[in-house]
């Protein structure tokens, strides 16, 4: 059973949207009746019922009242018209065989008509033929739905004298109006569908933003955090040994903090820049902070401008990892346009990585990312100096 905070919750959502067609049990009775589209379809099914009211009660109760028989056609015409208002909201989104038990039921009700009008009997097969349209059946049922009515109404007019040409004329309103609403509702479905990619595609860019942000906060915080942690260790082994350059590295330490707040600041704003040349000046002092000797490039001329970014990106996770994991002596970077290099004589990996294997660890991983966004693979394995080797090339 669907509880009413269920209830609600589906009529929130459904309640701004265009849903002729759409399945509305999960809002329960009352809540079929008042969601929008069936407040729509009851105007628009209302006026038919009041057209046909005002173009047809005379002669339908003139031949009642003749009959003797007024209250029991008047009751048969009242459940087939509160029938044919009330079933689309019901069948909406439901299963096939439901809908066609819904639109068999109504032209059971309709048949009863030729009982005692047989020559306009079939006018009611034209409301018939809309509730076919507007319950979105598929293409192939509804149109040999259509076809079946147009040849049973064709031929019941022929069959009371009329000219083909008199005679066409109800057939051919039951089916231009049958196909008028199956159109209306396709187009509909068409909408309502552009409406749910857009809703798709907005979360999609929600989760890359949260992503983006996720990313770039990893990169900053842990190459910033650890350059802070070296530096804090070497500031209190030189608090005594040596005051003076104790006093630069607290000072480092202070601008580092302030530069990764401002880093953060601007990731979360979403206009922060990173450089390669920018990153090696920064590479250079977090090596030599931690004891490690840096054979870094003197600038990052050679690198083609749209691999900037990206190879600062590379050159900050890299050498993190080499200060925080790899226990070395030395840390070797080169780079030309398009790839870049970075090793070191540590531990390294217990075997050689596979060319092209993915990397392990958030921060490699959204590394990979960005990579193989710009066209470039990322790659691990054994460096000729003995430690790790991360490569980023085409």
Same mark, same amino acid.
């Given at each position: ?39 729509? &379809? ?296 398009? &790839? ?55």
């Amino acid at each position: 059973m669907t509880s009413g905070s269920q209830r609600a919750s589906a009529f929130g959502r459904l309640s701004g949207a265009e849903i002729f067609g759409q399945d509305l049990s999960a809002l329960g009775l009352l809540g079929v009746l008042r969601a929008p589209a069936s407040r729509r &379809w009851f105007i628009g099914s209302g006026i038919a019922v009041v057209f046909w009211i005002i173009g047809g009660w005379d002669r339908f109760a003139a031949a009642a009242i003749a009959a003797g028989a007024l209250p029991l056609r008047t009751a048969h015409l009242a459940v087939f018209m509160l029938s044919f208002m009330l079933i689309p909201p019901f069948s909406w989104g439901q299963t096939l065989a439901r809908k066609l038990g819904l639109l068999a039921f109504l032209v059971v009700l309709s048949l009863g008509f030729f009982l005692y009008d047989s020559s306009g009997g079939g006018w009611y097969w034209t409301y018939v033929a809309v509730l076919a349209g507007v319950q979105q059946i598929p293409r192939g049922i509804f149109l040999g739905f259509l076809a079946g009515l147009f040849v049973v109404s064709l031929s019941i007019q022929l069959g009371h004298g009329l000219a083909f040409v008199e005679a066409l004329n109800q057939p051919t309103l039951i089916v231009s109006l049958g196909l008028l609403l199956a159109a209306l509702g396709r187009q509909a479905q068409t909408l309502r569908e552009l409406r749910g990619a857009q809703h798709e595609l907005a979360e999609l860019a929600v989760a890359e933003e949260r992503n983006r942000v996720a990313r770039d906060l990893h990169d900053i915080l842990g190459h910033s955090l650890t350059v802070i942690a070296v530096k804090a260790e070497l500031t209190g082994r030189l608090v005594r040994l040596d005051p003076d350059r104790a006093e630069r590295e607290a000072a480092d330490l202070e601008e580092l903090a302030r530069g990764a707040l401002a880093d953060v600041r601007a990731t979360v704003g979403g206009y922060r820049g990173v450089s390669v040349a920018t990153e090696l000046a920064e590479a250079r002092a977090a090596l030599e902070s931690a004891g490690i000797e840096p054979r870094l490039p003197v600038a990052a001329d050679s690198v083609t401008a749209a691999n900037r970014e990206l190879f600062g990106w590379v050159l900050r996770e890299g050498v993190t990892n080499v200060v925080r994991h790899s226990g070395a002596s030395v840390c070797e970077v080169a780079f030309g346009p398009d &790839w870049i290099q970075i090793d070191d004589d540590g531990a390294g990996p217990s075997s050689a990585a596979e060319p092209g294997q993915a990397p392990a660890g958030h921060g490699l991983s959204g590394l990979g990312e960005r990579a193989h966004a710009a066209g470039l693979t990322l790659s691990l394995g054994r460096s000729e100096l003995g430690g790790y080797r991360l490569r980023v090339a085409a």
